[in-house]
């Protein structure tokens, strides 16, 4: 008996929602077995790991608060990938925003008012376009793979706060710490709203999220995107511009990186320092994976994706797992997601 | 300066230079296939501790760097299942294992830190390995010389054989070296082990050369660094070399630099300098020649023959 | 691996579905919980591994009193809120955070906890429940500066260091005054590597020291790389945060140890027998936080002697390192002489003495 792969004459819609299910079903599964076979208690581990920050309601804000930067990032990315173009490089675009923000914030101690906030929002925005502009700007004039562009810049970004934080911008009062001086009250968020557990990211991530649903499913702007992506003659003879795609989607892509950064930064860690980066780009990549690509689905990865990160902290003073394994519990479902992806374009047929 | 100074300086490039070299040469190969594995960074941790741990068992190094080689292939293998079997994006698959690989590294670890393992003997007479002159040739990990072997047999066989040939060509026209009678999967296939087995490699350069010790993410980036030379030698296994040793050279430069008190940049600049070099230079030979012929036609992109 | 059958299958997921929050375990009500939060992996054999040496110490020393959690690779940015805050919800009365970088969460989650009390690692704010320590590793340093400047032939000694902390710069000030007063000639070459953990670029600095005439190196990053080129280079150096003499048994001349053991018990004891306040502790030689290894057999005598001099110094309080005069790297004194810096100053230092050379 051979499987055989054959393929659908149209995608299948049912898979495409099933199996980002049945991904994170058979993480769970896998993992259990896994951890198991490692020696731990793999039981424990993948219920603590994916239900514990369900279950239990002191989490919500801890999820939600990890989930903010992950949805954001991760809409952005959904779009410049739905047009197969590739920004890997958000974590760099990320570490901009927060640096564009800090900027501000850093040329503005005085000011007293709450209103400051939104210039520092804006900048956190432009900055990470800024970075994103880079690949933008060699992809579209000579033609340079944004893959490998982008991905550089996140490590130059790196090194660029690590500069400020050690160097020009570090906290006078901090003791000779790389760290900057903490942002002034007027120029911070509250790390939730008033009488919540949700963080002010969240209620921006969801309100973007349906901006972009309303993009992507009603506008021509959104249809342009997924023609560039699926058939790029059928878009030149549209007459969609490919280069205007490729600028469009990573500005937006690295706005919606900065954005999620300064909001990080004010919101929830009120300074920059050398532990400001996350990985938030990079895990956002996967998120938009599992989110199938869809603003919707992006908002509920996020979530998922959050709960393993804050279920991995759980499991470690709970059932005794290395942190390492929320990372392997994030690289299973990234896999799985992608092996079901072959089932949305291909049936399984026993020959 | 003297001579003794110089040579004793060239050591320390050779020796940071070589896991990068290695790591690169791997990738360089899979590049030239047409595929895109970000995922070196995993694939030579697990290098790192599969050679580590195997040493410590068999107390023989040269096991160990078989079983990173074999362990860095194997780990390939799920990249390779994923993107070329069941077509899954490149991109976001290769950051999986590198996630996968650092998570997997610890976790097998964990029972290895601070323990030690016998290092590789010279394998040349300690008269040449240890003259104040010829150590800048013969004073070097066997690794050392393996990984020029290495780099110089592919640069060979890319530009003179007809498998280098072949392999050229599924990477810049999959749908034509398939039309005549290639199997552009099986090719890449081959590719993508090649590179997890030299990852590997290079991974357990850290952990039995370098440093002969195991410890969590040891190998601190390399991996995305290897990324970088292989574009920033425009694809072709001779700029490789260089490149992996101009990459050395800049780091020993400021570790020089700051030793003598002699600083006129900060040292992220210099820490950034792999990254923005290879931005340039890509951009450089993107102008050059328009069509970006450089870089393999088919990189990153699926091989989708009936579509 | 292992086969999952139907049988298996329904009862795993019927388990994961079904389990209830049990989080809290039950414990005795006199069982203390104790929590940490660690920046590195527990297998760094660095930082964060002496932290969990000292952790376990205290539950060994404890028996069943008490039961010791962590959390490792900590982010010293907004998640390290939540981490801190789970160990306090979770029922951990006690909660050590360990790395400078979880000050400001530290002190934030403690707000909210009146009844937990939290320890902060290496930081200067302090609450009704929250308290803060730190070792003197400085004191070790003055030791390690003393034989390096009694058995350097070249009479240049080298120093990697990660970053331009306090911590580190203290560090290096210690080394070579020590160093400076045994031989008033030697110099000190420092380099830091912009981390605290790269094994590949520690070997390239050290070699690079040694290169330009270093034949003692010593580091203050968390690998025992400096060690193992050392070595292979045939000189000296000295471990780091713990006995490293495994690695490299001829080079290695003795160690710093960091030991948080005793400091972990009594703070665990304080709070079984209720006598836990808030505190700023900086433990030293004299209350054994801060231990210096074996000493290496191929060590002179006279120079195991001195050694010594200056440990019994620091612990009967008649030696300091930090006593003046002392003058910066451009000859400006900054500490007059028969004064000793304030603690206050050092915790705060960022400038380097005369002979340090680089950086």
């Known amino acids: 008996m051979r499987i055989k792969l054959e393929k659908r004459a149209e995608p299948s819609r049912f898979m495409l929602f099933a199996t980002p299910v049945a991904a994170v079903v058979f993480t769970i599964l896998i993992g259990a077995v896994l951890f198991d076979a490692l020696g731990y208690d793999g039981l424990g581990t993948v219920k603590e790991i994916f239900f514990t920050p369900i279950l239990a309601s002191y989490k919500w804000q801890d999820v939600a608060t990890k989930a903010a930067p992950l949805i954001l990032i991760a809409l952005g990315l959904s779009l410049g990938n739905q047009a197969k173009v590739w920004n890997i490089g958000a974590e760099g675009q990320y570490i901009a925003g927060a640096l564009a923000g800090a900027l501000v914030a850093y040329l503005t101690p005085g000011v007293a008012s709450h209103w400051i906030i939104i210039p520092m929002v804006i900048a956190g925005v432009l900055g990470g376009a800024a970075w994103a502009a880079i690949p933008a700007f060699l992809k579209t004039k000579l033609n340079v793979n944004e893959v490998l562009t982008s991905l550089m810049l996140v490590y130059v970004a790196l090194q660029l706060l690590s500069y400020l934080v050690t160097g020009p911008w570090k906290d006078p009062n901090g003791h000779n710490f790389p760290q900057t001086a903490p942002f002034t009250d007027a120029q911070l968020l509250p790390h939730s709203i008033a009488g919540t557990f949700i963080p002010p990211g969240l209620v921006i991530a969801f309100v973007l999220m349906l901006a972009f649903w309303l993009v992507v499913s009603r506008s021509v702007y959104g249809f342009q995107v997924r023609v560039v992506g699926a058939a790029p003659s059928a878009a030149r003879y549209a007459g969609f511009s490919a280069n205007g795609t490729v600028w469009s989607t990573l500005l937006i892509s690295g706005g919606m990186a900065g954005l999620a950064g300064i909001l990080e930064a004010t919101s929830q860690l009120g300074q920059l320092n050398l532990g400001f980066p996350s990985n938030y780009g990079f895990t956002a990549i996967i998120v938009s994976f599992l989110g199938r690509l869809h603003p919707v689905g992006v908002f509920i990865a996020g979530i998922v994706l959050a709960i393993t990160y804050v279920g991995g902290q759980v499991a470690q003073t709970t059932v005794h797992v290395p942190s390492a394994s929320g990372g392997i519990f994030q690289a299973l479902m990234l896999f799985l997601i992608l092996a079901g992806d072959v089932l949305v374009r291909y049936r399984l047929v026993l020959k | ?307 | 691996m292992t086969l999952m059958n139907r049988r298996n299958f329904i009862k795993t997921v019927s388990a994961t579905i079904a389990l209830p929050a049990m989080a809290a375990k039950s414990f005795g009500a006199d069982t203390l919980k104790v929590g940490f939060a660690y920046l590195g992996p527990v297998g760094d054999f660095g930082w964060t591994w002496a932290h969990d040496k000292g952790r376990k110490f205290m539950v060994d020393q404890l028996g069943g009193k008490v039961v010791g959690d962590y959390v490792e690779n900590v982010a010293e940015d907004a998640s390290a809120v939540p981490v801190i805050r789970d160990l306090a919800q979770s029922g951990h009365n006690l909660i050590f955070t360990t790395s400078f970088g979880y000050m400001d969460q530290t002190i934030q989650v403690a707000k909210d906890f009146p009844k937990v009390m939290f320890e902060h690692c290496t930081g200067f704010k302090r609450a009704d429940n929250v308290s803060t320590y730190n070792s003197r590793f400085h004191e070790g340093r003055a030791v390690l500066g003393t034989i390096a400047g009694m058995m350097t032939k070249t009479g240049t000694i080298g120093y990697l260091g990660s970053f331009k902390v306090p911590e580190v710069v203290m560090g290096v000030n210690a080394f070579t005054l020590s160093a400076q007063a045994v031989n008033p000639n030697v110099k000190v070459k420092l380099v830091m590597i912009d981390s605290w953990f790269d094994p590949a670029k520690e070997a390239a600095a050290t070699e690079t020291l040694a290169n330009l005439g270093c034949d003692i190196i010593t580091s203050h990053t968390d690998s025992p790389a400096t060690l193992q080129v050392c070595e292979q280079k045939k000189l000296y150096g000295f471990g780091q945060g713990a006995d490293m003499s495994k690695f490299a048994p001829n080079a290695h001349l003795t160690a710093i140890e960091d030991i948080w053991g005793p400091y972990y018990l009594s703070r665990a004891n304080a709070m079984l027998d209720g006598s836990w306040k808030s505190t700023d502790t900086w433990w030293g030689f004299k209350e054994g936080s801060v231990v210096i290894s074996p000493y290496n057999a191929a060590m002179p005598k006279e120079v195991a002697a001195a050694a010594d001099k200056i440990q019994a110094g620091w612990k009967d309080g008649s030696y300091n390192v930090f006593t003046g005069p002392i003058a910066d790297q451009s000859g400006a004194e900054k500490v007059a002489k028969g004064v000793v810096m304030a603690d206050g100053d050092l915790a705060g230092i960022d400038w380097f003495v005369k002979g340090v050379e680089g950086a």
């Open chain 2, 1 to 307: 300066m003297t001579m003794d100074f110089i040579i004793s300086a060239i050591v320390t490039v050779v020796g940071i230079s070589t896991p990068i070299l290695l790591a690169a040469t791997g990738e360089l190969v899979v590049e030239k296939s047409g595929v895109l594995n970000l995922g070196v960074e995993g694939m030579m941790l697990i290098g790192a501790i599969t050679g580590f741990a195997v040493t410590f068992t068999t107390f023989n190094p040269w096991l160990g760097v078989i079983a990173a080689a074999a362990a860095g292939a194997a780990v390939s293998m799920v990249f390779g299942v994923l993107v070329l079997s069941l077509g899954s994006n490149q991109v976001a698959t290769g950051l999986a294992l590198a996630i996968l690989g650092i998570g997997l590294s610890t976790l097998i670890g964990a029972g290895f830190t601070g323990m030690i393992v016998p290092q590789f003997s010279s394998i040349f007479p300690s008269v040449l390995s240890h003259d104040p002159f010829w150590r800048v040739i013969f004073g070097y990990s066997p690794m050392v010389y393996i990984a020029l072997a290495i780099i110089f047999a592919v640069g060979w066989v890319l530009n003179y054989t007809r498998a280098g040939l072949v392999l050229r060509a599924v990477g810049e026209n999959d749908l034509s070296a398939h039309s005549i009678g290639y199997s552009v999967i099986g090719i890449r296939y081959m590719a993508i082990a090649f590179g997890g087995a030299m990852a590997g490699i290079a991974g357990s350069y850290f952990s039995m050369v370098i440093t002969p010790m195991w410890a969590e993410r040891m190998t601190a980036g390399r991996g995305w660094i290897a990324l970088a030379l292989v574009v920033f030698a425009g694809w072709k296994a001779g700029r490789l070399v260089i490149g992996a040793y101009l990459f050395g050279a800049l780091m020993t430069l400021e570790l020089y630099a700051k030793a003598s008190g002699f600083q006129f940049l900060p040292s992220q600049f210099w820490a950034s300098m792999p990254y923005i070099m290879a931005i340039v230079v890509l951009a450089v030979i993107s102008y050059r020649d328009r069509t970006g012929s450089e870089a393999p036609a088919c990189l990153g992109k699926p091989f989708l023959p009936n579509s």
